[in-house]
């Protein structure tokens, strides 16, 4: 760690299954983090925080992200304890992680379905109680949604649509993906049907020199480059032989369009 103990903004107290959780809310390298103490979860589970402390230490990624926050007492009895308020904290993120690494094997047996109800189910409730703004972790949710009514029905419907279009979102991004990999492979494989054909591209050649020369006739300038480089530029292309051989009558008309708007006639 070898960092100076961070500061909390804001502090919450959650409840999860009897436990009294802190959680403190830190500005931490220009954004907000949460953090939770180690100790408090060493005590309720009945593990050796220092032998806990020694296994974070040795985890490379444990390690890295473990801070030491200032946290203050909340209630009466921890005031009372006294100590330091400097306290080894995790970020949420990285709480489950800590809690797989505690073998339940060695947790004493009256304590080891509450391990196995930490392992399983800490980080799910206690990240929804921050991002849903709920201060208190309610263990008895799962045995509500198992109800027959209108309400719950609703929410798995919710659910529901939720994971569809999550789904549909990822599916989305991945044929998006698969179309820009065909396009990418067809141009380096230089697929002969996806280009514009040898005539087609003579007649785009041949519009773009009727286009210099009228420009170059306002500008007095070899307008050749500018009308190549507008083309290039409006279609996404290094070349006219290049062009994409569905655009073909669109880059025609663009020329068209644009001779016209110089000279106020049809020259192709």
């Not at 985890?59 to 006294?82: H, I, M, Q, S, W």
């Not at 996404?236 to 025609?252: H, S, V």
Request: glycine share 8%.
């Amino acid at each position: 760690m070898g960092k100076s103990s961070l500061i909390p903004i804001s502090q919450k107290r959650v409840e999860f299954y009897g436990d009294q959780l802190t959680v403190a809310a830190v500005q931490d390298e220009g954004k907000e983090q949460f953090y939770v103490p180690v100790r408090p979860i060493c005590e309720s589970l009945g593990v050796d925080f220092s032998g806990q402390r020694q296994r974070i230490n040795r985890d490379p990624v444990l390690a890295k992200y473990a801070r030491f926050v200032v946290v203050t007492p909340t209630n009466a009895a921890e005031a009372a304890k006294g100590g330091n308020p400097n306290l080894l904290c995790l970020p949420l993120d990285y709480i489950s992680g800590f809690l797989f690494g505690i073998n339940a094997a060695r947790v004493k047996p009256e304590l080891r379905e509450r391990l196995l109800i930490y392992q399983e189910r800490c980080y799910r409730v206690l990240s929804e109680a921050l991002q849903e703004g709920r201060l208190t972790a309610n263990p008895d949710f799962d045995a509500l949604l198992e109800k027959d009514t209108e309400a719950v029905q609703a929410y798995q419907m919710a659910l529901a649509i939720v994971k569809l279009a999550r789904n549909q979102v990822l599916m989305e991004s991945r044929i998006n993906q698969h179309e820009e990999r065909i396009e990418l492979l067809e141009s380096q494989l230089g697929d002969p049907g996806r280009y514009v054909t040898p005539d087609q591209a003579s007649q785009i050649s041949q519009a773009v020199k009727t286009v210099a020369l009228a420009l170059g006739k306002k500008s007095g300038r070899n307008e050749f480059g500018a009308v190549y480089g507008e083309l290039y530029r409006k279609f996404g292309i290094t070349g006219y032989k290049m062009l994409p051989a569905r655009r073909f009558d669109e880059a025609m008309k663009f020329l068209t369009d644009w001779h016209e708007d110089l000279a106020g006639t049809l020259p192709f």
